[in-house]
DNA sequence: TCAAAATCTTGCGCAGTATGCAAATTTTGC
DNA sequence: GCAAAATTTGCATACTGCGCAAGATTTTGA
């Protein structure tokens, strides 16, 4: 836990940008903020601005956190259901999500309206998507139904996120249960009488 | 059938836009190439191209087809199986999307390494996905299967082009239905002793 | 057929984005 | 403390995207 100063300093830095990125943002919408406007607002120059990330939309989204190896190694393993074990990852990494609602928030405002933002958070679940699919691979033998668990997987998550933002009075973790619920119904629909 | 003049010139210098945004972009990469540039390969203006499109990655993503209303009709009245139905849907768009395999290759190489042009794609997705929620709402009472099953559908369609990317010698058409089977096989695999 | 109206193209100018480079500053390890 | 390593910063520069107004083209309607 005791990091050298340059590596802590760094952490804070980066995410002081992303809250001054966001605050501005959340505000006029990101187009409507300077990259010079931020970097003030965060303490530092244009030029180290640029430093840190490679453009506004990047710091708005930040290092959102990937899933966690050991729920990873424990879905790889568990002879549980699928979906429980599944359900289960999702759960864990939605608590980690929650732990900054604040920043979540303004996430979502700023990813409503700025497709650059929602192309770079694309290029994130894509990552995790490749991982978790990997992971499942060992669970089944088919290569493409791993690429589809994996993509069902990671959209309910942003599918929460998104339920939580639109209702009011509603923890994340309710919203995945609602949509994972749905997700649920949804395979049941799909596999009635499927040849 | 026969529109003014005006509107077909409209259509065409944006497709010689698209082309050429395409064509210069699969070379080096859309980063490395300037608006100018593509203007001057497309025969216009550098301001003629942002009366076009916003910008450089509007242009080389087009204007792809969206659901055909007439078979959007036909999923929300007809009373075969769900898979079967949403099948047919997938199968017919496709069919449009492959109408110009050039174009949709060179999309997948501009799409690969640029995260603007993502986010633009995944706009696009996004208003699909809504329209055919709206649809799917209406044979099943739950909110959440069906923004699940709109979710399910259209990410059928960028894996099949994946896929086909990918693969050597197969066509589209194939690539749907090997990415369709995992889905079902995913379905299938969730569903088993789900609660 | 022709002139007015509507629409489109283009050049120019300007604010903002992003990066390379080198000097100034800060941190680290000793 | 002090030299080496890493970081921040200002400056210069190329590119992006749009407002504006002038000029060109197409459509409309008599």
Redesign the interface.
Known sequence: MTLPLRQRRRHETALQIQRATLELGTENGLDHVTTEEIAVAAGVSTRTFFNYFHNKEAAAIGHPPEFCDTDLVALRDSTA???ED?KRLLDEHLNKLAEDEAILRMVGNVLRD???????L??FLLSQRKELAEVLCHR?A????????A??TT?AIG?AISLWEHENNITLSTALD??W??????????????E
Do not use: H, T, W
């Open positions: 259901p699928l979906a599944i700025n497709e650059k933002a929602r192309g770079i694309d290029g089944m088919n290569r493409q139904a791993a690429d589809a668990l993509f069902i959209s599918s609602r949509v619920e749905g997700f649920m119904d949804a395979s049941k629909l799909l596999s009635q009488r499927g």
